[in-house]
Every structure is written in structure tokens, then in C-alpha cells.
């Protein structure tokens, strides 16, 4: 068994939120570096597809917003997107890494404003699960 997905498993076996319903933000560092090949990127593709499958995602279920960051942020989709699992899991292949530099405290901020404060449900809980493997160039 791959480390991607002994983790995801972890995850899901100790999260008491996965069959509850929850808005569930995605912060995916896009940037590349000099290591970097498709091949990494791919790896949080898989482990992120891995982790959604089990959500109960639905329009009464949970909610996935995804925004990737470099050195802007860009938010893929909203939460108000996807109630369904086939079609999210299609629409997270579809996402690319593009830019140099990651600026992770922009893409909070960004996640913050422009995912949660502009499409979050309220009274339901709300959760930023950050992938990256780098530090970030400046805060915001």
C-alpha cells in the first residue's frame, strides 16, 4: 500500500466529520520547483481524489471548494459547484500546476474571502486542508 494512501485511510478512519456535512476548502500549492515534476503533482491529485471519495458529498452532504496558489490564487470551484462525487472527482483531474513561487498566507486570505465568505453554508462546520511542500514566500 502507498504512504498516500495509509494516510488517506488514517484520515478517514479518525475524522468523525466524514459522513457529516461539511464545507471543505482545498488549498492546492501549484507552483513548480525545480524537483517538481507532473508525476508530484499528480500524487496530490490522487491523494485529494482518495480522501473526497470518503466524504458523502451531496447538496445536503458535504460541500468541496478547491483554489490552487503559486504566486496568485485562483479558485478553481466553489462549494456551490459539485454534488456529486463522479463529477468532482472529474473535475479535480482536470486541475494543473502552472507558476513559480508559492505565497501561502495570500492563499489563505484568498481561500478565506473568496470561498468561505463568498459560498460557505452557515452553521455548517468548516475545514482548510492545505497541500504543499514548500515554505512560503511571503505571508500575504
Known amino acids: 500500500m502507498k504512504a498516500t494512501d495509509q494516510c488517506a485511510i488514517y484520515i478517514l478512519t479518525h475524522l468523525a466529520v466524514c459522513k ?3 464545507d471543505l476548502a482545498i488549498l492546492i500549492d501549484a507552483s513548480q520547483k525545480p524537483v517538481d515534476t507532473d508525476l508530484n503533482f499528480r500524487r496530490y491529485i490522487q491523494f485529494i481524489k482518495r480522501l473526497i471519495s470518503g466524504f458523502n ?8 471548494g478547491i483554489a490552487v496558489f503559486y504566486q496568485e490564487t485562483r479558485v478553481v470551484f466553489g462549494f456551490q459547484r459539485y454534488y456529486n462525487l463522479w463529477t468532482l472527482l472529474k473535475a479535480i483531474d482536470s486541475i494543473r500546476f502552472s507558476q513559480r ?9 484568498e481561500v478565506r474571502t473568496k470561498l468561505f465568505d463568498a459560498s460557505a453554508r452557515p452553521g455548517v462546520p468548516k475545514m ?5 511542500d514548500t515554505v ?3 505571508s500575504c
Open 101 to 109: 513561487g508559492a505565497r501561502i498566507g495570500k492563499a489563505l486570505e
Open 128 to 132: 482548510v486542508l492545505v497541500m504543499t
Open 136 to 138: 512560503s514566500q511571503v
Open 20 to 22: 457529516t456535512k461539511l
Open 57 to 64: 458529498i451531496g447538496q445536503y452532504g458535504t460541500h468541496v
